[in-house]
């Protein structure tokens, strides 16, 4: 005996609704698609396009279903997945086809997914989230058609296999499938997470699973934030049993734009923009960290970013900017964070302490079945936002190397288990670290000072120096401090402004504005390129003295980021050289002042290293006569230089055929 829930015939003794039979939902059905229509969408039309271009699948919307014909909307509330069974029947028996889906959309407010119970069971909820893993193509069979292999009689059927032929003398499971006659259908499980302002304090995010069938597979990847219409429903195991929503509809809120302005805030936003909008928010990030002035104007530029360009080959030209706080403890760099984390419209905070690659970037999981699949991590989930970094120098070396490409190249590559595959990370990265001692060490190098890398550090396009050192604004400081443990409210007449507005201020800029550079502040930015990089002070030319830092194409583009951002944050469709030059300045006044303070970054040098350089290939040739050979060790003890510094010289030397390198470097052999 088998058991067929589309069979069974209900009627509710409370409410006393009319009895709808299953043919009857049928032709209602149909004639909503064929009768229904609004000024924008026809579903017969709809119907017969999708048809036409092999599009087994429709999407209707609830409100219509609602507003056409009671009964149907009652039949989808109170039996939402036999009801689709019996559409989707219909249709099939309409136009001859064998599998078709019907898709059913809400506009409904989404659910919390902490708020989901059992009173939602077996009915249409909507959620929203996101995503965090996709599962691999499952092939699930909807209708199996069996065969007994001794009296050859056939059946289908829709849950689980008879074990006993209804015909009397056949033996204990006589059935075999055949493939090619039943009605089998693709399934992708997804788990999503609590969206970050639905987390509340101190709590850990709550995941749940979504079923997606048919037409809906493979349409959504980890870090989309999605919106999903289904059922929900209890699945039963041997060990447990769990909740999921199996889809009838997802909205992939990254493909499309999800904010609409009304014409009011569009017009406060343009008089915002007319209204010296670069120093207003400068002084509404963090209002309560006194100074930084300077960092503060770069945040500003973090939050709005360039302009993200895909060219036609498939390079990408990332607009996001990448900034790195370095310096020492208690000057609020933590502060920077947790408010640039609240104020962007899409952020994940996470400490470099309690983080990994495979956290930051993307895991493998073995799920229930000891299937592989993708689980992206914290830079995948702040796609189009921030990513705020604490805690930097605390990470493992191998595990900061592992978001080289996700700094540059705005992707991150698997291939690992089974599964190659490339996520997106178009994010901005806001990182803090500490010196190695704790405090910035005068008396120590640079190198000894910051254990970073020259790699990690070419990739984030501006580089502050903090120091905490006494001067003047002490007093002024404390004051302020003071100030703020007395509840005192902070001058707000002085342009600062609220964080929602400043929030939907960078939503609409960063949705409606894509700047391009002027002919005169591309000219500008040339000049200024080709003129920093012609003051090199190199060894060809030694008598050049003067104290300039050559930048790479890298810094250019930061600089040419910068200065889109500036624009963005004006609202104007075009860089002009006003934003070419405070771009400069900011560039400037962060990773060019680092590197003159003796910061290796790949590709930018500074004079003073260059100047020790050449100082020690003089030394070497003084105590060292031609023919003559020494121990790197001999010369190390004899120079009294850093590692640096001695290496580059010996690299030189070997480069113009004066030195000869013997064992493996250790010795070295001087030539004429």
Known sequence: MEYHTNLIQSMD??????????????????????????????????????????????????????????????????????????????????????????????????IKIRELSSRKS????????????????????????????????????????????????????????????????DVQYVKIQESFEDIPTGETPRHFS????????????????????????????????????????????????????????????????RDNIYENIARSIAPDIFGHEDIKKALGCMLFGGTRRVREDGITLRGDLNILLLG????????????????????????????????????????????????????????????????????????????????????????????????????SILAAANPVFGRYDDYKTPAENIEFGSTILSRFDCIFIIKDKSGPNDKVMAEHVLSLHSNRRIDEAKGVIPIDKLRNYIQYAKSKVFPTLSEAAAAKLNKFYVGIRQEVNSFENPSNKKNSIPITVRQLEAIIRLS????????????TTAHVDEAIRIFQVSTMNAVSQGHTIEGMVRPSFYQAV?????????????????????????????????????????????FISKDYGRAFVRLP
């Open 13 to 110: 003794l409370v409410r006393n609704d009319n009895i709808v039979s299953n043919g009857t939902l049928g032709l209602l059905f149909m004639e909503f698609i064929n009768e229904f229509k609004t000024t924008h969408k026809s579903y017969h039309n709809q119907l017969h396009s999708n048809l036409a271009q092999g599009i087994y699948s429709i999407t209707v919307q609830l409100d219509h279903i609602n507003s056409y014909n009671q009964n149907l909307f009652n039949s989808l509330t109170n039996n939402p997945e036999g009801t689709i069974e019996i559409f989707e029947a219909e249709i099939c028996k309409v136009f001859g086809i064998r599998n078709f889906q019907v898709l059913l959309t809400s506009s409904s407010t989404p």
């Open 122 to 185: 077996n009915r249409i909820a909507k959620v929203q989230g996101i995503v965090v893993s996709t599962s691999s193509i499952i092939t699930k069979p909807k209708e199996i058609f069996l065969t007994c292999r001794t009296c050859l009689l056939s059946k289908v059927v829709k849950d689980a296999i008879p074990r006993s032929c209804d015909t009397l003398g056949c033996p204990i499971d006589p059935y075999i499938v055949i493939p090619e006659k039943s009605r089998v259908v």
């Open 210 to 273: 979504i079923c997606l069938e048919g037409s809906l597979i493979n349409k959504i990847s980890p870090g989309n934030q999605i919106k999903a219409t289904g059922i929900y429903s209890i699945r039963n195991t041997n060990e447990k049993s769990f909740s999921y929503l199996k889809a009838l509809s997802v909205e992939n809120s990254k493909t499309k734009l999800k904010v609409s302005f009304t014409e009011e805030e569009e017009v406060s936003f343009k008089e915002m923009a």
């Open 328 to 427: 020492d403890p208690g000057i609020a760099k933590s502060q920077m964070l947790k408010f640039i984390e609240v104020v962007s419209p899409i952020s994940v905070y996470t400490s470099g302490k309690g983080s990994s690659a495979a956290g930051l970037t993307a895991s493998i999981i073995k799920d229930r079945n000891n299937d592989f699949y993708l689980e992206g991590g914290a830079l995948v989930l702040a796609d189009n936002g921030v990513c705020c970094i604490d805690e930097f120098d605390k990470m493992n070396e191998n595990d900061r190397v592992a978001i080289h490409e996700a700094m540059e190249q705005q992707t991150i590559s698997i291939a690992k288990a089974g599964i190659t595959t490339v996520l997106n990370t178009r994010t």
């Open 564 to 575: 889109e951002s500036l624009a963005k944050m004006e609202l104007s469709a075009i860089v």
């Open 614 to 658: 050449e100082a020690a290939i003089e030394k070497i040739k003084e105590i060292m006569p031609i023919g003559s050979s020494k121990a790197y060790a001999e010369l190390s003890a004899a120079l009294k230089v850093s590692d640096s510094v001695l290496n580059k010289a010996v690299d030189t030397m070997i480069k113009q055929n004066k």
